[in-house]
């Protein structure tokens, strides 16, 4: 269910931090801002920035491209739980975030998502260490 300005703003966030950066929308699921409410309460002495959540399908393929260079087209995920459009253009709500953050003992981290999180997870090594968490079935990849 799509969450509501009001919502959003009740559950802590602003969704400016959650909109597309490509277009500014913001269409999130309502469950994934109430996981990581209680995600964010859990572990309220880290420190988190949300550094992608809502991507419409040009954005989500910027992403690729940058990442993938001129093999994004072979590894794209069109099932990607950040999308709000696909690419027909048919509306969707994102269901993932991702977050950067001061995570001085990852392994902690991954305890404490093994145990809480319901969705999946996973740690990208970047220059800041970066997690991405979604609503999909619960599963941990490395």
Request: hydrophobic share 35%.
């Amino acid at each position: 269910m799509k969450a509501t300005e009001e919502e959003i703003t009740l559950l802590g966030f602003n969704s400016k931090d959650l909109a597309c950066k490509c277009c500014g929308v913001c269409r999130v699921d309502l469950g994934l801002l109430q996981r990581m409410r209680c995600f964010f309460d859990f572990t309220q002495k880290l420190d988190f920035k949300i550094t992608s959540c809502c991507r419409c399908w040009d954005h989500h393929v910027d992403v690729y491209r940058g990442i993938y260079g001129v093999n994004w087209e072979k590894k794209i995920s069109k099932a990607s739980k950040h999308l709000i459009t696909d690419e027909h253009g048919n509306e969707l709500e994102s269901c993932a975030m991702d977050l950067v953050g001061l995570f001085l003992h990852l392994e902690a981290v991954d305890a404490v998502l093994g145990k809480i999180w319901l969705g999946g997870y996973h740690f990208y090594k970047t220059n800041s260490p970066l997690i991405h968490l979604d609503t999909a079935r619960k599963r941990r990849w490395r």
